[in-house]
C-alpha cells in the first residue's frame, strides 16, 4: 500500500471565457497545495467551460483552447505550483484529417492534460462520446484511443473521461488490465432527479471490476438549460464510499487514500492495446509519499436534509442564478399574475439573485379577479420586492378598435391571446429600457399541452420552471413555505396563490379545468407519454381512460408547432443559424 | 448482358403520415407496372417521411411503421401488383437490446424492405449513420451490417441507402466485391445550392469503383426547414450519366438499362463478410427478361434552364406550399412594409399558393414614409392578393401611456421594438381570427446580427428567406422579376422596392446603413464566419478590415440570444420538451 492525498475541484466554469476558466484552475490548484495535496483533478473541458456544442468546430476556438491550457501549465509554474501535478479536461484536436465523411474538419476531440512543471506532460482523450439527451458529442468530436496511467508518488493512476465510465469496454476494461492503484474520471455530468444514487452505485461496481479506487470529479453551477450537481466522490477498491462532496456548491474536496503501490510487473504494460484502447505509462514521480497521518475524509451525508423536493428547488435557484450571471444580466423582471406559476418563480428569483433584483409586475385586466391583484401583492410584501402595476386594458382596446378597422373583430382564441400579447410585449419593454432579463412563468404541462400563447406569457429570455409539471409547482411551493416555516421565517408564497383552482383569467370565469384535465391525472399521462415515450396501446393497458389518452396525446403532439417559437425556413445552404447549427446561448468566446 | 426496366419513384412524403404515404407508393407502383417496369425503387423511409428525428425513439411509432410496411405489401398484392418487386424505406428495429449506454431501446434502424408476393422478402438496415449539420442518425438509429443483393430478371441488384454511398468502405466495398450489375440507392437528401454537381460527381465515380450501373433516387418536396429536390438518376458502369429526373417535382424516373447479367460463380457469395458488411443474396427471379427494345432514357437537362438563382428561388417556393400545406394552412398572413423582404416573401407566397390564398396587411406607424405605403400598395396590386391597412400608432401610443405610468418612458431602442412587437401582435390577432399562417419576413443577414426585433418582425410560423442573406434577397427579386419579363408578364416586385436603400423605419430617418456595413461587404464576412467557421485570424489575413471583423463576429456571437426565442429553463429531468427532444414539426401521427 501507498499513500496520496488527491484534491477534487467541483468548480464552476463558464462556456467560452477561457480566461475566467484560467483563474478558476489556479485558485483550485493553490488551494490544493495549500492542504498538502499530491495531485488534483478537475471536470471535464474545464478551460473551456462544457458543453461547447457546435463551438468544437471552430478551428480558431479549438486552437484558443490548446493555447489557454499551455498558458495554463505556464500560469501554475509562475505561482511555485509547478511541482503539483493538476489533470485539466480541455478541447484540443487530433492530428490528421478526419477519418469520415461529416466529420469535424481539424478532428476537435474532448481531451484532458497533465499539466506539470509548466508544460503539457501528457494529453489524452475521451473514447465513448454520448449522442443521446443533451449530449451531441458523436456530432461534435471524434473518440481518443489511449488511456494515460500516470504514475503519481509511486501510484499509478489512470485517467478517464465521464462517459468512459457509464459505456461497458474500452477504458474501464483497460485500466483492469494495467492494474492501476486509482482511475480518475473528470465528469461534466448534469442534474436529474435521483441521479447522485444511479452514480454513486455506477462508480462503486466499476471500481469493484477495476479493484481500483475511483475518484469522481464533477462541474457545479448552471449553463444555459443543465444544471450541474457537484457531487464529487470517492469509492475505496472494494466500491465503498469514502468520501463525497456536497451538491450545487464549489468545494475543493481533499482525500487521502491508501491505494496499491505501483509494481512494474503486474498489469498490461505501456503500448499494449486492450479491448481497442492502447496504454500510455508515464512516470511523474516514482516515489512514494513518507508515511503520514491521514486527515479523516468528508462524506457530505445523503438523502440530501433538503430531501428530493429540496434538491429540485435548489437546482432551480442555481440555474437561474449562473443563467442570468453567465449572460451579464444584473436584474430580473416577471409578470406576477397572484397565481401559483409566477409566485413560485418570484420565490426562486429572489433565492437567486436576492430581493432587490427582482422586478414583479401586477397587468391586471379586464377579467383578473379582486383575489388576483391582491394576492400578487401580498407576494411581493412577503418578499420585499418591488411591484408596479400596469393595466393592460387601454392597449388590448387600441388593438381592438385596429383589427375592427381591418374588419377582423377578435373574438375567442384570438381575445385570450391578444391579452396575453399585450403583457409580453409590455414586460419586454420594461426590459428593454431597464435592462432587466423577462422570466417567463410557464411549467411543463402548459408547454406540453399547448395550453399557453405564442410570443405572450411564454415570452422570456429565460423559464425558470420549463422543465416542472404542475404538480411539482405546487408540491415545490409547499415545500419551500414549509422550509420557511422551519427556519422561523414568514412563507413566501401566500396560502391563496397555493389553494386557489389554477386560471388563465383571460375570459370570464375561465379556469384551466374548462381546457385541460385535472393536473394530477394529465400529469401522470404526460409523466409516461413525454418522458418514458410510452405509447397510447401502453397507456391504455396501463389502465387510463382510452379518451383522455387520445385527447392528451393529440394535444402534445400538435404543441410542438407553437413551442418552435424561431419560425423554421427553407434551408438553402450548408449551414443556416437554427437547426444546423447548435452553439451555447452564453458565448463569451468572440475570436 | 441482361436487360432490365427500373422505376425510379421521385415522390413527396409526409412525416407521419403512414396512410398517405403507402397511398404514394401504391400509385408510384401502379404507374410503374404499366409503363412495364421489372422493378420499382422508392425513397429512403418512404413510409414514414424523413426526417423523423426522435420520433424514431418512441416504440409504438416504430411499430406503426412496421405494420405500415407489411400492410403495404399487402396492399401491392391486393391492387394486383404482388409481383413487382417494389423497394421502400421504412423505420424498422433490429431484434435484441441496444448495445450501448444512451442507445435508443428497440434499436430502431433506417431500414429498406423488397415487397413481393404480398409478403416482406428481404430487408435491410442503413450502414453509415449521418450525425453532422441537420442529421442526428447516429443519436436516433442504430447501423445496419448486411448488403441485400436481389437477384432480379437475372440480374444482381444490391441496396443501399444514402449516407452508405458518401462514405467509404461498407457497403460500397461490399457491393463490389460482390460483382453486382446494378447498385440500387434509397435517398432523403435535402437541397442545398450547388448540390446537384456533386451528387453526379460521387454517383460517377462510386459506379467506376463498383464496376456497375448505379440508380440514385431521391425524395421530392419540403418537410420543416429541408426542401428535397429529386434530380433522381442513374448512371452506367462507366459513371456516365443515362437518366435524370427534374428537381423540385414529383417524377417517375423509367430507365431501360443493360446491367451484366448475374453468374453465380463470380463475386462473394451469401453469407461472406466484406469489410464488416455481410451479404445476403436473395433470388427473386433467375430468368433475364427477354430480349426488347428499350426505350429511350429521359435526362432532364443540367444546368437547370433556370440557372443557379432560379433554382434557389423553386427550393424556397416549394419548402412554403409543403410547409403550408403539410401543416394544415390554407393561406398566409404577412406584413407589407414596402421593403424588399417582404416584397419578396409575398411573391414567393403568391408562386407558392395564388394570389387569393395570400393576405398582406400594412401596418404603417409614426416614422412610416410615404413611399413605404405607395410601394406596399403597388405590390399588393401587381399580384392581385388583397392588402388591408392596420395603423399601429394608436396602440403604440397606448402602450407608451402605460410604460409612462409605470415611470417608464420609452426610449431608443425599447421604442423602436415596440413598434416592431405591435405588428408582431397584430398579425397574430389576425391569424389566430382568420387561421392564416403567419409568415415572417427576416433574412438572414438580420438574423446573424440580431438586426431585428424579437416577438417583432421575427413573429412567424415560418420564415421563407430564413436562410437568404440580404444581397441573395435582392438577386432572388431581380431574377424573379427578369423571369416575369421574359415571359412577357408583369414583374411582380416594384422597381423602387428592390433599389431604394433599406430602412427599418423605426425611427426618424432611419436606414440599415447607420447600424450595419454595406451589405454587400458583411454578406461576405457573414458568409466566412458563419457558412464556413472561419475565425477572426482567417478573415484578417484574407484581407478584411479588422475592426469590420470584430464588429460582425461580437454582433453575430451575441445575437445567438435573440434566436433562441424559446426561452430555455433549468432541466429537471431526463427528457424535457426542447433540447433534449427533436421531433419533426410536422407530425400528423398521433399514437
Given at each position: 500500500m501507498a499513500q496520496l492525498r488527491i484534491a477534487l475541484a467541483q468548480v464552476n466554469p463558464t462556456v467560452g471565457d477561457l480566461e475566467g476558466n484560467r483563474r478558476t484552475v489556479v485558485g483550485a490548484a493553490r488551494r490544493a497545495a495549500e492542504k498538502g495535496a499530491h495531485l488534483v483533478v478537475l471536470p471535464e473541458m474545464i478551460v473551456t467551460g462544457y458543453p461547447v456544442e457546435d463551438l468544437a468546430l471552430r478551428d480558431s476556438f479549438v486552437s484558443a483552447s490548446v493555447r489557454a491550457t499551455r498558458a495554463l501549465a505556464a500560469d501554475l509554474d509562475a505561482e511555485g505550483l509547478g511541482d503539483l501535478p493538476v489533470v485539466v479536461g480541455f478541447l484540443s484536436r487530433r492530428e490528421g484529417p478526419g477519418e469520415r465523411y461529416g466529420q469535424p474538419s481539424g478532428a476537435p476531440q474532448n481531451a484532458v492534460a497533465v499539466l506539470l512543471r509548466g508544460g503539457v506532460e501528457l494529453t489524452s482523450a475521451k473514447h465513448h462520446l454520448p449522442n443521446y439527451g443533451v449530449f451531441d458529442e458523436y456530432r461534435n468530436f471524434v473518440p481518443g484511443d489511449t488511456l494515460p496511467v500516470i504514475r503519481v508518488r509511486g501510484v499509478d493512476v489512470a485517467l478517464a473521461v465521464c462517459e468512459d465510465l457509464w459505456q461497458d469496454g474500452g477504458p474501464v476494461t483497460a485500466a483492469r488490465a494495467a492494474r492501476v492503484g486509482l482511475l480518475v474520471t473528470l465528469n461534466g455530468s448534469p442534474y436529474e432527479r435521483h441521479k447522485d444514487d444511479v452514480r454513486l452505485e455506477l462508480c462503486s461496481r466499476r471500481a469493484r471490476e477495476i479493484g481500483a479506487a475511483l475518484a469522481y470529479v464533477n462541474m457545479v453551477g448552471g449553463q444555459d438549460e443543465l444544471v450541474f450537481e457537484g457531487d464529487s466522490l470517492v469509492v475505496d477498491s472494494e466500491g465503498e464510499l469514502v468520501a463525497r462532496a456536497p451538491q450545487f456548491e464549489e468545494d475543493l474536496l481533499l482525500v487521502d487514500l491508501d491505494p496499491a503501490a505501483a509494481d512494474g510487473e503486474r498489469g498490461a504494460r505501456d503500448g499494449d492495446v486492450i479491448d481497442g484502447i492502447r496504454i500510455v505509462r508515464r512516470t511523474l514521480s516514482a516515489d512514494p509519499v513518507p508515511a503520514y497521518e491521514p486527515r479523516s475524509n468528508t462524506v457530505t451525508p445523503r438523502p440530501d436534509p433538503l430531501s428530493d423536493t429540496g434538491e429540485v428547488y435548489r437546482a432551480l435557484v442555481v440555474g437561474l442564478r449562473d443563467y442570468a450571471a453567465k449572460n451579464g444580466f444584473a436584474s430580473v423582471v416577471l409578470g406576477i399574475s397572484g397565481g401559483i406559476d409566477s409566485a413560485l418563480v418570484a420565490t426562486i428569483a429572489v433565492d437567486a439573485l436576492g430581493s432587490d433584483r427582482v422586478h414583479g409586475v401586477l397587468l391586471p385586466g379586464e377579467h383578473s379577479s379582486a383575489h388576483s391583484v391582491a394576492d400578487a401583492e401580498d407576494l411581493a410584501e412577503r418578499q420585499g420586492f418591488a411591484a408596479r402595476t400596469v393595466p393592460i386594458t387601454s392597449a388590448v382596446e387600441a388593438f381592438g378598435q385596429a383589427a375592427a378597422s381591418a374588419e377582423a373583430a377578435l373574438t375567442g382564441l384570438a381575445a385570450e391571446n391578444l391579452q396575453a400579447r399585450v403583457r409580453g410585449t409590455l414586460l419586454m419593454a420594461l426590459s428593454n429600457q431597464e435592462g432587466h432579463l423577462v422570466l417567463a412563468t410557464g411549467n411543463k404541462s402548459e408547454a406540453a399541452t399547448g395550453y399557453s400563447t405564442l410570443y405572450g406569457d411564454?415570452?422570456?429570455?429565460?423559464?425558470?420552471?420549463?422543465?416542472?409539471?404542475k404538480t411539482l409547482v405546487w408540491e415545490l411551493s409547499l415545500w419551500r413555505n414549509a422550509e420557511a416555516e422551519r427556519l422561523g421565517q414568514t412563507p413566501p408564497i401566500p396560502e391563496n396563490s397555493i389553494s386557489k383552482p389554477p386560471s388563465a383569467?383571460?375570459?370570464?370565469?375561465?379556469?384551466?379545468a374548462d381546457s385541460l384535465p385535472d393536473y394530477a391525472l394529465l400529469d401522470s399521462v404526460l409523466a409516461a407519454y413525454v418522458g418514458t415515450d410510452r405509447g397510447e396501446a401502453e397507456l391504455v393497458f396501463a389502465g387510463y381512460d382510452p379518451d383522455l389518452v387520445r385527447r392528451v396525446i393529440r394535444l402534445v403532439d400538435r404543441a410542438e408547432f407553437k413551442r418552435r417559437q424561431s419560425a423554421p425556413g427553407t434551408k438553402i445552404s450548408s449551414r443556416n443559424l437554427s437547426r444546423d447549427r447548435r452553439v451555447p446561448i452564453t458565448n463569451r468566446w468572440t475570436v
Open positions: 411564454s415570452v422570456g429570455g429565460f423559464a425558470p420552471i420549463k422543465d416542472c409539471w383569467e383571460l375570459s370570464p370565469d375561465q379556469t384551466d
